[in-house]
């Protein structure tokens, strides 16, 4: 019985051991429960700031190509305007450029008549002369 007696002893001591053990084991999955509790607590508090930051970035995105496309709807505007003034400034330039030739084509037309006028007045003149006296002086 004795025998027995120590065996149930060594048993007794040994499950108090492994009592322990576990005892501090636990500890120690509690202690890394805990560490790992507040790990995720901030990394849930990052996660939050970033998206909070990834919703503002995409919506300065968003605003950034609507202000683009406006701009270039704007810049493609006044360049067409850029280029209807440019056509009528260049019809106006031609409309001159026209009318300057049609005048001095009249001009030299006018030239050549008052030339052949001079010379058929000097002529008159002339033929005037050898009869009778004038008064042509040209």
Do not use: P
């Not at 007794?12 to 501090?24: G, I, P, W």
């Not at 990394?43 to 700031?49: F, I, R």
């Amino acid at each position: 019985m004795e025998h027995m007696e120590c065996d149930y002893r060594k048993w007794l001591d040994m499950a108090q051991c492994q009592v322990e053990e576990l005892s501090l084991s636990l500890q120690n999955v509690e202690q890394e429960l805990l560490q790992s509790k507040s790990d995720l607590d901030a990394l849930q508090c990052k996660y939050s700031t970033l998206e909070k930051k990834y919703s503002r970035a995409k919506k300065y995105i968003k605003e950034f190509q609507k202000r683009e496309k406006e701009l270039i709807q704007w810049q493609e505007y006044h360049v067409q305007q850029l280029q209807e003034k440019d056509q009528e400034y260049n019809a106006l330039v031609k409309a001159l450029k026209d009318r300057a030739i049609l005048l001095e084509q009249t001009l030299v037309g006018t030239q050549k008549q008052a030339e052949g006028l001079i010379i058929f007045l000097e002529v008159q003149c002339f033929d005037l002369s050898d009869g009778e006296t004038s008064d042509c002086e040209l």
